[in-house]
């Protein structure tokens, strides 16, 4: 991949319930985060999608600096759900420090 690149996906984040609310989502997120801006410094929008039933991690996002995109995807998958997008600038994310 170019170093020029404008858009990246985050794939597959998932965090055991037992594991919530000590921070180790946001230190997930900042190590993503710094990883790319050091590799990809243009990257201008990072791109997630996550399952319509997983309220917590909307939450999360949305405190993290991420936007609902509006758009969905179906899934085709056992659970038949669809799947919300999020977005956010990386710079502009608040994680961990």
Known sequence: ???DLAE??????YLDKNC???GIAQLMLQ???DWLMQNY???QRLLLWTDSR???????YQKCGFV??????????LSQSRELAFAAAPSR???AR
């Open 1 to 3: 991949m170019s170093p």
């Open 8 to 13: 990246a996906e985050l794939h597959k984040v």
């Open 20 to 22: 919530r609310g000590q």
């Open 31 to 33: 190590t993503a985060r």
């Open 41 to 43: 410094p243009a990257c």
């Open 54 to 60: 997983f309220d917590a991690g909307h939450r999360f």
């Open 68 to 77: 609902q995109t509006g758009e969905t995807r179906e899934l085709a998958d």
């Open 93 to 95: 994310l608040l994680v």
